[in-house]
């Protein structure tokens, strides 16, 4: 487990480096994320270890959400004179999410009935 978690962090350290040294606009553990994924693709699999590390922290996952709220709690009059641009940014994501998602089930259930029919 331990080896698992220090794999993750140092993929995360990996993007900050990789995105403060090609001034990319874009998060590091975003990009952390990323390079675990190409090296996963590379690898062929996710190791056993780090499914199971991964699991056990996805079933937390609302516990690592406290302090970005507590974050934003901080910049609570900021959020308020932009509202509507939150407001407008949830909703869209949302509507893009579930046509996205409605898509990708369709496709599946589509291959899902080819498969049955071979």
Do not use: C
Request: no cysteine; hydrophobic share 60%.
């Amino acid at each position: 487990m331990i080896i698992a978690i220090a794999s993750l962090f140092v993929f995360q350290l990996l993007g900050e480096i990789v995105v403060q040294t090609l001034d990319i606009p874009l998060p590091g553990p975003l990009a952390g994320m990323l390079l675990l994924f190409l090296a996963l693709i590379v690898r062929g699999g996710v190791p056993a270890e780090l499914e199971r590390t991964s699991g056990n922290l996805l079933q937390h996952l609302m516990l690592l959400f406290i302090p970005a709220v507590t974050g934003v709690m901080m910049y609570f009059e900021r959020v308020a004179d932009e509202w509507k641009a939150f407001l407008i940014t949830s909703i869209v994501t949302t509507a893009i999410t579930l046509v996205v998602t409605a898509l990708a089930l369709k496709w599946l259930l589509r291959n899902d009935d080819e498969d049955e029919q071979q």
